[in-house]
Every structure is written in C-alpha cells, then in structure tokens.
C-alpha cells in the first residue's frame, strides 16, 4: 500500500491532513453496497481504505470481519469454508471465526489449542440505512453515529434514496474535488442532460464573499456548502474578442445555475440540491478503495408520502435519472478523475497544481478535512 511522500506533506502547510489521507480518513462510516446485494446467507469480498473484507448477512444483519487469517495471513475467501452459518473455517490448517464477534472459536486441526477464545480477528461495524450498506473503518470506542457521517437530510425518514456504484481509476480525493469543483462546470456545457431538461449553466462561476460556509458543530456532520446562489456567472467564453463558447441559458428558467448549491461531508460525500432535476437531491460517495481506485457511489434522494409516490420516483430513476443524471451527467466527471489521476498519483501534483479564484472552495474543503476528521489511513493500519 501506498505511503505519502513526506516532504509533499510538509509543504502544504494546514491541509496536510488530507494530503496524507491517500488512502482515506478512518475511523468513518463508509457505504459498500447496496442492501439489496447481500441476500441472506449470501457473503462477499471487497476493499475499503485497503482494508480487504468480508461481508456475510447472518439472521437479516451484515457482519464484516477482515479477509485475512490470523494463522498464516492468507485470504479465508480464497476458498470459503463455511460449516455453521455464522462462522467462517480458514481453509488451509482449520482456524474458525465467529462472523458476529471475529474470536477465534476453534481449530478444526489443533481443538485444544491455548489460542481458541483469546484471539479475535479484526472485525468492523456494519449499519444498514436507506437501502446502503455502510461499514465502520476504524477501532474507535465508541463508534461515532451514523448521521455523523452523511450529508443533512440523507437520513430524513420521508426521503428515499435509490442509486448505483461502479469504480472509478483515481484516488478518492479527485472525487470529492471533482463534484465540488465550482468551476468544473465547465466541463458540463455539453452534458446529455441539455436533452430532457431546460437549464441555465453558466461556463463558470466565481463564489462571491459570503458563498461559502463551513460547518463543523460537534455532534453533526462537519462539511462545506457552497451556494450558487450566491457567485458571479460567466455566460460566454472569449477569445480575442469573439465568443467562441456559449452556457445554455433559457429565458422560461430563472436563477443562474442548475441547482442551489452543492456541499461536501466528511469523510468525503457530496450533496448536490435540486439536481439532477429540481425536487431532487443528489447524494454520492467517494470510497477509498485503496490509493488509486475509489468507489463512486452515486444516490438520488426523493420525498415521498405514499406508495405511488414511491412507485413513481422509482420508475423515474430507472428511465430518466438513471440514465441521463448518473450514467450521462456524471460521466463527464468520470473520466475527468480518472485524467487528473496521473498528475496526482506521486502526490507532487498537491505542490505543482495552480489553482485560481474560485478555488478556493476546494481549499475551504482540504482544510476543514484535515481538521475535522477522526484519523488518517495509512500502511501501518492493514498490518
Ligand atoms: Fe489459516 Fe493456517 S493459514 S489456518
């Protein structure tokens, strides 16, 4: 797993932080799958923060332990041995874990060894919300809330989320920057979107004083928001006097913008309002999967009161949100990850970048992450 090149760290004075949390800020709840992806019984693999994991749904609850025997360090999913429904036999030499606790329950080859009952394999919370799965990374006592982990409103009872994964080749951090990236609309003057959906987007936008407010109460979410509402648009691209690029822009619209502002949340999750359609709220994650891959995660929340409600939004997903927001919109943002990549990858690009005005907000973010979080990952933590 990757280190930080420390003299990187060192240069980037009050966001070092973030620069070392390559591999993502632990102790955090993170989303993995979906709910509907574990049925019961049912076990997985997977990799968070380098953490390799896995995942077993036992009586309706999901269980994660670590994917790595505490014999020999091999992975128990290389050939998973399963004799009772909540334990797991490591299939080289007999080490048995209890899926609820980690403990060492028996060795099927050595039944009386002085190591059954004293040992424990690393084991990890596991809380399910709004049809996500979400796993504590981290040996905190006790584990922080949930809803100190997610964006305001995700949690509300009469929102309902529906969303989508997949994996994306960059760190995560090129993630969260990119969704909160004021001046990345840019990049969307093109978007599918245009297609279904009369908009105004400016090709950029400056934040002006007062757009930007951190938030960092003690028992909340701690995260950035930023309101359109309040920045200075660009309608047209010049170059030598001639415009050579125009934003779409619609009298029957008013506002400048798509939405109403975006925010970012610890441990690095976006809010996005009233988009990808207004009475929308887009809610996406960034999850380390190890320095170079993050899973992006991406949700639409709806308010709903009755079952055609919810009929409806979840029809809606599938043929147009889905299709054009998640799919559409946002591949724009991912293949824009995954080309910054490369600059990033031996951290010089933390130094050599040059950013400009409306970056600051991107600053407002490494620097609020870098003190508000509860720890970074590193090597030493998968040892
Ligand atoms: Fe797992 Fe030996 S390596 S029991």
């Given at each position: 797993p990757e280190g930080v090149r420390p003299e990187v760290a060192a240069a980037v004075g009050d966001w070092r932080a973030y620069v070392e949390a390559k591999m993502g800020f632990r102790n955090h709840w993170y989303p993995v799958r979906f709910s509907n992806e574990l049925a019961e019984g049912q076990l997985i693999t997977l990799q968070v923060l380098g953490e390799k994991l896995l995942l077993k749904r036992i009586d309706g609850k999901v269980y994660a332990i670590r994917d790595r025997c505490l014999h020999r360090g091999v992975p128990l999913s290389r050939k998973p041995d399963c004799y009772t429904k909540d334990t797991i036999t490591c299939w080289y030499h007999g080490y048995t874990y209890r899926f609820q606790t980690g403990e060492l329950v028996n060795i099927l080859a050595v039944p009386d060894s002085r190591l059954i009952g004293r040992r424990k394999i690393q084991s990890f919370p596991c809380q399910e919300a709004k049809?996500?799965?979400f796993v504590f990374i981290g040996d905190m006592d006790p584990v922080p809330p949930l809803s100190q982990d997610v964006p305001p409103g995700f949690l509300d009872d009469d929102v309902m989320i529906?969303?989508?994964?997949?994996?994306v080749n960059s760190?995560?951090?090129?993630?969260?920057?990119?969704?909160?990236?004021?001046?990345?609309i840019f990049i969307h003057k093109d978007t599918t979107l245009r297609h279904f959906r009369t908009f105004n987007f400016p090709i950029g936008h400056t934040p002006l004083p007062g757009a930007v407010q951190v938030v960092e109460d003690a028992d909340g979410p701690k995260g950035v928001i930023d309101d359109f509402a309040q920045h200075k648009p660009i309608w047209d691209g010049v170059?030598?006097?001639r415009v050579v690029v125009r934003g779409p822009r619609s009298q029957q619209v008013q506002g400048t913008s798509a939405s109403v502002g975006t925010s970012i949340w610890l441990p690095g999750v976006l809010k996005v309002e009233q988009f990808p359609l207004p009475g929308l709220t887009q809610f996406e994650w960034y999850v380390p999967i190890d320095g170079k891959t993050h899973l992006y995660v991406q949700t639409i929340g709806q308010q709903?009161?009755?079952?055609e409600d919810r009929q409806d939004f979840a029809s809606n997903f599938e043929s147009i949100y889905k299709p054009h927001g998640l799919d559409g919109f946002n591949a724009d943002d991912i293949w824009a990850r995954e080309v910054t990549e490369p600059f990033y990858?031996?951290?010089?690009?933390?130094?050599?970048?040059?950013?400009?005005?409306?970056?600051?907000?991107?600053?407002e973010w490494r620097r609020l992450a870098s003190r508000a979080n509860r720890g970074v990952q590193t090597p030493q933590d998968l040892r």
């Open positions: 049809g996500l799965i529906l969303g989508k994964h997949r994996v760190n995560w951090r090129l993630g969260a920057e990119n969704g909160f990236d004021a001046l990345h170059i030598d006097g709903v009161q009755t079952d990858a031996d951290d010089y690009g933390w130094v050599d970048e040059m950013l400009c005005e409306p970056d600051t907000t991107i600053l």
